[in-house]
């Protein structure tokens, strides 16, 4: 029979605990075989920064983000991907990337998140007012077109109503209808969209040529259009028209009072929201729906208590208003962007290989038991090369279609790295939130089983088997959902468990440290 030194004696030599040297041995572990448990530490809230001056960059997205965050004094990443949220938002309706054969859309789901007071009003207006007034500029053209065409319309069927030839009726008839097709292509565009609610999106893009544009620095927006609620799932929602708008997909519904809608949607938002909106998105796609894998998402620190706002050693503001070279350079540049046909880009034959050389580093990611093998992991990955290559697509127009820019409509290597670089960042913020608030991840894994063996032995239980453990969290997240529960709890979460000293697990049995009591 083996001493209780002699067990002691092993775990050294084995590095491993006394409880596991005695349950190997067939024997029940006295209380002080068993270690200390190590409580898993709050992860406190990460935050995504964007480098944007590493290369000395001189590209108008970057100095005119900057200089509207030193304006306002607000955070430099945020600014910056706002601003691209909404520069996609002029380009929205003309420009697009062929990719294997298809026509892939420039528009971005971009969420940010910043506290109230800290200056997303401001930081709002600069960005998207340019962009509002050649909207609206261009609605004004396409309204004194329509009326043109209605009173050469009008003048048609009265000129159709007076002829008695046949042919001249016929005539008439075809001037008609050409001046009908006409009238079809024109409309006016609401920018920003406010009104909110996915009927009202719907209604709106199917009217406005197809498109629609949620830009804003208030969460509501969001939240009134995905019907999400803070801190819950936000019950049933219509997000069809979101979901199928981020690469212009068809949608159409038939309501009672309401009549038909249908037709194919492409949309934009960049919204300034806050913490419980990025989370409520999450959930929405923890439900399946999709939602959250079409977002971009950046966490910034904000700088709610420590600006500076008057300068006492020089007598004058600490911030510096926007020059207005920069505004008139910006103005410019999405006046090009708004007023051009219709532009498809394309990709260079070296974009092209770091793109594919990117997939095939991340394919095995996705293998079941693989660091994206979870719905919104998954689901969020499967599109980076989409969301990389819309984000090459700004960067390239910001320096071809600005005053003086060659218009060229392909896109280069160096466009693409850096759209990986940002993607890189977002990712960040993106997997930390899902892990954070349990959704998938390592950590949310552990705790999650970590809680079910505390649970477990207060009841008075010495050991459960994997088996139990499977049924017990199978449809509770973070494992609802995702497959290879099985290995995931043997290969990975167990013996980080055991390591932690919640328990020991040997074959497929768990035995419980009793300090969990």
Same mark, same amino acid.
């Given at each position: 029979?083996?001493?209780?030194?002699?067990?002691?004696?092993?775990?050294?030599?084995?590095?491993?605990?006394?409880?596991?040297? $005695?349950?190997?041995?067939?024997?029940?572990?006295?209380?002080?075989?068993?270690?200390?448990?190590?409580?898993?530490?709050?992860?406190?809230?990460?935050?995504?920064?964007?480098?944007?001056?590493?290369?000395?960059?001189?590209?108008?997205?970057?100095?005119?983000?900057?200089?509207?965050?030193?304006?306002?004094?607000?955070?430099?990443?945020? /600014?910056?991907?706002?601003?691209?949220?909404?520069?996609?938002?002029?380009?929205?309706?003309?420009? /697009?990337?062929?990719?294997?054969?298809?026509?892939?859309?420039?528009?971005?789901?971009?969420?940010?998140?910043?506290?109230?007071?800290?200056?997303?009003?401001?930081?709002?207006?600069?960005?998207?007012?340019?962009?509002?007034?050649?909207?609206?500029?261009?609605?004004?053209?396409?309204?004194?077109?329509?009326?043109?065409?209605?009173?050469?319309?009008?003048?048609?069927?009265?000129?159709?109503?007076?002829?008695?030839?046949?042919?001249?009726?016929?005539?008439?008839?075809?001037?008609?209808?050409?001046?009908?097709?006409?009238?079809?292509?024109?409309?006016?565009?609401?920018?920003?969209?406010?009104? $909110?609610?996915?009927?009202?999106?719907?209604?709106?893009?199917?009217?406005? %040529?197809?498109?629609?544009?949620?830009?804003?620095?208030?969460?509501?927006?969001?939240?009134?259009?995905?019907?999400?609620?803070?801190?819950?799932?936000?019950?049933?929602?219509?997000?069809?028209?979101?979901?199928?708008?981020?690469?212009?997909?068809?949608?159409?519904?038939?309501?009672?009072?309401?009549?038909?809608?249908?037709?194919?949607?492409?949309?934009?938002?960049?919204?300034?929201?806050?913490?419980?909106?990025?989370?409520?998105?999450?959930?929405? %796609?923890?439900?399946?729906?999709?939602?959250?894998?079409?977002?971009?998402?950046?966490?910034?620190?904000?700088?709610?208590?420590?600006?500076?706002?008057?300068?006492?050693?020089?007598?004058?503001?600490?911030?510096?208003?926007?020059?207005?070279?920069?505004?008139?350079?910006?103005?410019?540049?999405?006046?090009?962007?708004?007023?051009?046909?219709?532009?498809?880009?394309?990709?260079?034959?070296?974009?092209?290989?770091?793109?594919?050389?990117?997939?095939?580093?991340?394919?095995?990611?996705?293998?079941?038991?693989?660091?994206?093998?979870?719905?919104?992991?998954? %689901?969020?990955?499967?599109?980076?090369?989409?969301?990389?290559?819309?984000?090459?697509?700004?960067?390239?127009?910001?320096?071809?279609?600005?005053?003086?820019?060659?218009?060229?409509?392909?896109?280069?290597?160096?466009?693409?790295?850096?759209?990986?670089?940002?993607?890189?960042?977002?990712?960040?913020?993106?997997?930390?939130?899902?892990?954070?608030?349990?959704?998938?991840?390592?950590? /949310?894994?552990?705790?999650?089983?970590?809680?079910?063996?505390?649970? $477990?032995?207060?009841?008075?239980?010495?050991?459960?088997?994997?088996?139990?453990?499977?049924?017990?969290?199978?449809?509770?997240?973070?494992?609802?959902?995702?497959?290879?529960?099985?290995?995931?709890?043997?290969?990975?979460?167990?013996?980080?468990?055991?390591?932690?000293?919640?328990?020991?697990?040997?074959?497929?049995?768990?035995?419980?440290?009793?300090?969990?009591?």
């Amino acid at each position: 029979m083996i001493t209780a030194q002699e067990i002691f004696n092993q775990a050294r030599e084995a590095h491993t605990s006394a409880a596991r040297v $005695a349950i190997h041995h067939g024997m029940t572990p006295s209380h002080n075989m068993w270690p200390e448990i190590k409580e898993g530490q709050e992860k406190d809230v990460t935050y995504s920064e964007i480098e944007l001056t590493s290369d000395n960059r001189k590209d108008l997205i970057t100095r005119y983000s900057v200089a509207a965050a030193r304006a306002v004094q607000f955070p430099v990443s945020t /600014s910056f991907m706002h601003l691209l949220g909404c520069v996609a938002s002029a380009m929205t309706r003309n420009f /697009s990337v062929e990719y294997y054969g298809s026509e892939l859309p420039v528009s971005l789901y971009v969420v940010t998140s910043q506290p109230p007071s800290a200056g997303k009003t401001a930081i709002n207006s600069m960005h998207m007012n340019p962009i509002k007034i050649e909207y609206d500029n261009l609605s004004k053209k396409m309204e004194k077109e329509i009326v043109k065409i209605n009173i050469r319309i009008e003048d048609l069927m009265k000129a159709y109503k007076e002829a008695t030839n046949q042919n001249a009726k016929a005539i008439i008839g075809d001037d008609i209808a050409k001046e009908k097709e006409k009238l079809e292509s024109l409309y006016t565009i609401t920018y920003p969209l406010t009104d $909110a609610t996915p009927e009202a999106v719907q209604h709106q893009a199917i009217h406005e %040529g197809g498109f629609f544009n949620l830009i804003s620095d208030e969460a509501s927006v969001l939240n009134t259009c995905l019907g999400l609620s803070y801190g819950k799932d936000g019950g049933k929602s219509n997000a069809e028209v979101i979901l199928k708008g981020w690469d212009g997909g068809f949608v159409g519904s038939a309501r009672v009072g309401r009549g038909v809608s249908s037709g194919y949607v492409l949309g934009n938002i960049s919204v300034i929201a806050q913490d419980e909106s990025i989370d409520a998105i999450l959930s929405a %796609g923890d439900r399946g729906n999709g939602l959250s894998e079409r977002f971009l998402m950046l966490r910034e620190q904000s700088m709610l208590g420590y600006r500076e706002h008057w300068d006492v050693e020089n007598d004058c503001p600490v911030s510096k208003p926007m020059p207005k070279e920069l505004k008139a350079e910006y103005a410019r540049f999405v006046h090009n962007l708004v007023a051009s046909e219709k532009v498809v880009f394309s990709l260079a034959k070296e974009s092209q290989r770091m793109i594919g050389l990117l997939r095939n580093q991340w394919e095995k990611n996705f293998l079941p038991g693989g660091k994206w093998d979870h719905v919104l992991l998954r %689901g969020a990955m499967g599109k980076a090369d989409k969301q990389i290559i819309r984000l090459s697509a700004i960067f390239h127009a910001a320096e071809n279609w600005c005053d003086g820019g060659r218009r060229s409509k392909i896109i280069g290597e160096e466009h693409i790295s850096r759209a990986i670089s940002v993607y890189d960042a977002l990712t960040k913020t993106f997997t930390d939130a899902v892990e954070s608030n349990g959704y998938a991840g390592e950590k /949310s894994e552990i705790d999650v089983v970590a809680e079910k063996l505390r649970t $477990a032995a207060q009841k008075g239980k010495t050991n459960v088997t994997v088996k139990w453990l499977y049924d017990s969290l199978k449809n509770v997240r973070p494992f609802k959902g995702i497959p290879h529960i099985y290995d995931r709890l043997k290969s990975n979460v167990l013996p980080s468990l055991e390591e932690d000293g919640y328990c020991v697990f040997i074959n497929n049995t768990v035995y419980l440290n009793p300090r969990l009591k």
